[in-house]
């Protein structure tokens, strides 16, 4: 059993109400932007205190706007991991445990992305010290911000690197059992790639894939107001078919854990003719 990408492509046509799915998820997906169009007009009222508050709410909105998105998408994934053969997509509803769902995942990406994001800030940091110390003439400043931000970079570099070969690893080990200690089982999350690692190697290089013609087609469509309007129906899509992915890998997973189970009393056998 390998991985199927048409599959992940297709999958969600069976669902007679699809399209009303995926606009629906990409509204919210839009939604979390449209909500700080209230904060900028704001800025012209002359009124800091308005301004400020509407900024503030603005971000909680979008950030539990997200997080339901988020929850959907795991809540998609686990379904597809627990019963493969359904064909329909889960309904927007119930979202109060979307949310906390959401938030779970959250919790758990965070928990790999905040090393790597502090280590991007410091990288960031001594590029601009290198610009700046250049600017003013400060030659031996710049040269150690110099030496510091090529340090730093190959750290973050490097970082990166492993955050985006362990990331869909721990994250369909959470699809699969919903805990946020999923993130941090390394043993169970290792278990899917023990008799898996051809497959997880193909999930590593779709993620990518994906990630890569996301942001050609983002650049593409930003230039007009019409392409904005096409941006969250991509990222909805692209949720769907990741989701899907993820719960491929993990299916294969138990199926390649299974042969193995099945095929190991026969080795013994074969080691001890006697039996």
Known sequence: MDL??????????????????????????L?????????ALMIFSGMPAVFWTSLILALLVSAVLWIIVSGYVCETAHRRIKNPLEDTLLDWKNFG????????????????????MIVCGLFCTFCITGIVSLKNG????????????????????FL?????????????????????LSFVNLKTAFSL?????????????LFIAITVLTQIVFSLLSVTIVGVIFLPLLYMY??????????????TAEAKEVEQHNTQPNDENAENPSC
């Open 97 to 116: 445990e979307l949310f906390i769902l959401g938030l779970k995942y959250m919790v758990g990406y965070l928990l790999y992305f905040i090393p790597f």
């Open 193 to 205: 790639v023990r008799h898996n690692a051809a497959n997880y190697f193909v999930l590593i290089l």
């Open 160 to 180: 990166y690197i492993i955050t985006m070969v362990f990331l869909p690893m721990v994250m369909t080990n959470f699809f699969k059992e919903k805990k946020i």
């Open 138 to 157: 400060f030659y031996a400043g710049s040269g150690f911000s110099f030496i510091s931000m090529v340090f730093w970079g190959a750290i973050t570099l």
């Open 31 to 39: 939604a979390t932007v449209a909500v700080f169009l209230i904060p």
């Open 238 to 251: 692209a949720y769907y078919v990741i989701a899907d992915l993820c719960a491929q890998f993990a299916l």
């Open 4 to 29: 199927d990408f048409e599959k992940a492509l297709t999958y969600i046509s069976k669902d007679m109400q699809w399209g009303n799915k995926l606009l629906a998820g990409s509204g919210l997906i």
